[in-house]
């Protein structure tokens, strides 16, 4: 896995500066609140296609 600094940027135009996966406006905290609800990696990576389970995995990191 790449370091999580690589595939997550924080930029005051895209999502009011919340922290997204890079290149997406998938936010951190919409892969956790879905890690939270009980949702798989795998899961996750379906219902947002752009996602690979490395960038999950950058989230919860």
């Given at each position: ?7 997550i ?53």
């Amino acid at each position: 896995m790449n370091n999580w600094q690589e595939q997550i940027e924080i930029n005051p135009k895209v999502c009011h500066g919340k922290p997204c996966i890079k290149g997406t406006r998938i936010m951190v905290s919409v892969i956790l609140d879905n890690l939270a609800e009980g949702l798989t990696l795998e899961e996750i990576v379906e219902d947002y296609p752009p996602l690979t389970i490395d960038n999950v995995r950058s989230a919860i990191a």
